[in-house]
């Protein structure tokens, strides 16, 4: 059996016929795949990087090296401050309140209710439709003179909101909208990590008269985060990246009468799209990649402290 | 009395899910309900769940005003080559990953696995001049290129292809088989529920793109659906029973296919959980 696997043949002097064979095997296999990895991430990736230390137009070749020019020059844009205040508060929101609020919903749907299956595919609904549509009926309910949302909270005697107009109703509003629409994969993962712990601790918890509470805190809590874990560093990804509702609800090319949310993402395509300057909105993509691996460290970090 | 308990519990457990459900299911209904709602009725603030003279002329105006059906073709030519080229690379990928030692695997997979951290739309910029200059702006390629590879992919390939016993693979060495006859006759076979799920995220993920087919195209006959509405909001701001019904149209294909597919579909899009 030795000579069949390569596995069996460590790196020794000689390398057999066989297992030159089979490296031949996965370098070929490999090729393609490693090709277009290449190509569609790691050099654009590179160049992200590169293109980032330099002034470098669109329309024009011309390419000047001007260093860390192009940070010093982000760190004193209005608009990316603003970008990245807005992007920060809705990451930390949406985070926050998408796991917290899908974490009470899985603990719940769990509790073996009738029709559990139902519930879940509805939460589900809003994760599988796509952002667009789903901007241009919130956009509808958020209308300020007929939409919805101010019909809904008249009955409460509340007075109408300018949803997307106020700068700090607007973030808000987007911010309903990114955990309304994340809320049901979230919690399809928690109820994933729900089921993987074993029936037994919660039947030995029982035994030994713990409370519900007590239960969820020592038991239900910790054998869950790896999951929270993931849920939140999935989740401040994505947050992070956020560009179609805000792109679709408050910008001035969507015709919207209201503010425009900046958010990081859309400066950046602002900077690269709409005014062809490569290097500087390379520079903010370095920024975001930076915070968005920093971000990712940080949580890992500190779940497994915790433990 | 502990039934009397168990009914209260059980109530105020449905009392939270169908509130939750309510506040998820809404804005579908205010979807549908306002594209049957005639114009001059939406211009009236009342709180209505169902129009008072239901009507379906924002229909008839949409499906003219844009090609639907064009937009729907382009998205499923884009999501089928995405989804093939995913399904080809992380199969291969991962099969090679789990069960070959060669110099240089290991750092391989770390490159494949790191790249997954790195948001696209940080190095979209760049990405777009590489198209650009493969004269790949306004083509279908154009469009499908970021989409053609898929680390999770491979990782979650290998992590399914690990779990294949060695003895099948040795047996069929012993018969004479090659490396490449494996991989199509014993890997992939036994691969098909992992393929399927694979296929259903890649197509869900392409289906919702929307940034990238933005910037790359201009031509109005390769729009996506996302795009073709984005767009047909952008031409109809106010009109809401316009933008509605094409808002429906849009999202008639995904809920159908969710509610047919529900099951693995739910488990395609939340794979990644799994590992956890």
Not at chain 1, 77 to 104: E, H, P
Not at chain 2, 23 to 30: E, I, Q, R, S
Request: hydrophobic share 55%; net charge positive.
């Amino acid at each position: 059996m030795q000579e069949l696997a390569a596995r069996a043949q460590p790196l020794q002097r000689g390398v057999s016929r066989r297992t030159l064979a089979i490296y031949l095997f996965c370098y070929a296999g490999l090729a393609p795949t490693l090709f277009l990895f290449a190509y569609l991430r790691i050099i654009p990736i590179a160049t992200t990087l590169a293109a980032s230390l330099y002034n470098w137009d669109m329309i024009r070749p011309i390419r000047i090296f001007v260093g860390w020019g192009n940070y010093l020059e982000l760190l004193q844009d209005a608009n990316f401050q603003t970008a990245l205040a807005n992007t920060s508060i809705l990451a930390a929101g949406s985070v926050v309140l998408g796991t917290v609020l899908a974490l009470l919903l899985a603990v719940t749907v769990n509790a073996r209710v009738w029709g559990a299956p139902i519930y879940q595919l509805i939460y589900f609904l809003p994760v599988v439709t796509p952002w667009v549509p789903v901007t241009v009926v919130w956009k509808w309910i958020y209308d300020a003179r007929f939409g919805p949302l101010n019909q809904a909270i008249a009955v409460f005697g509340l007075a109408p909101q300018a949803w997307l107009v106020d700068e700090r109703l607007a973030l808000v509003s987007i911010l309903i909208v990114m955990v309304w629409k994340t809320l049901g994969y979230n919690l399809i993962l928690f109820l994933v990590g729900l089921n993987n712990i074993p029936q037994e601790y919660y039947e030995a918890a029982v035994v030994d008269g713990a409370s519900g509470w007590i239960i969820f805190r020592r038991i239900t809590l910790p054998l869950l985060r790896p999951m929270i874990l993931f849920v939140v560093v999935i989740s401040t990804i994505n947050s992070f990246n956020v560009f179609t509702p805000v792109f679709m609800m408050t910008s001035d090319i969507q015709g919207a009468a209201g503010r425009l949310v900046r958010t990081l993402v859309y400066d950046m395509w602002e900077n690269g799209f709409r005014y062809f300057r490569v290097g500087y909105a390379s520079a903010e993509a370095a920024l975001l990649l930076g915070a968005v691996l920093v971000l990712t460290l940080m949580h890992m970090r500190l779940f497994r402290e915790d433990r | 009395m502990a039934s009397a308990r168990a009914v209260l519990r059980s109530l105020a457990l449905h009392g939270i899910l169908l509130a939750a459900a309510g506040l998820m299911l809404l804005p579908f209904v205010w979807m549908f309900t306002t594209s049957l709602t005639p114009s001059a009725e939406i211009l009236t603030p009342s709180l209505r769940l169902w129009p008072a003279n239901p009507t379906v002329t924002h229909y008839a105006e949409v499906l003219g005003a844009a090609p639907w059906l064009r937009y729907f073709w382009n998205t499923v030519v884009v999501s089928t080559a995405s989804a093939v080229a995913i399904l080809f690379t992380s199969s291969l990928a991962g099969f090679i990953f789990a069960k070959y030692r060669f110099p240089g695997r290991d750092l391989l997979f770390i490159i494949v696995l790191g790249t997954a951290m790195i948001p696209f739309e940080s190095y979209m910029v760049p990405f777009y001049l590489q198209v650009k200059a493969l004269g790949w702006i306004n083509t279908y390629q154009g469009i499908a290129a970021p989409l053609l590879i898929m680390s999770f992919g491979i990782f979650f390939m290998r992590q399914s292809i690990i779990t294949i016993p060695d003895e099948l693979l040795d047996a069929a060495r012993i018969d004479g088989a090659s490396e490449i006859y494996i991989y199509r006759r014993v890997i992939l076979p036994l691969s098909k529920s992992a393929l399927g799920a694979l296929a259903i995220l890649a197509v869900t993920n392409s289906w919702a793109f929307f940034l990238w087919p933005m910037i790359v195209i201009s031509d109005r006959s390769l729009f996506t659906m996302e795009l073709g509405l984005a767009m047909f909001q952008r031409a109809f701001t106010v009109d809401y029973g316009r933008i509605t019904a094409g808002s429906v149209i849009t999202v008639l294909p995904v809920l159908l296919a969710f509610l047919i597919l529900r099951r693995s579909i739910i488990r395609g899009v939340t794979l990644a959980g799994m590992k956890g």
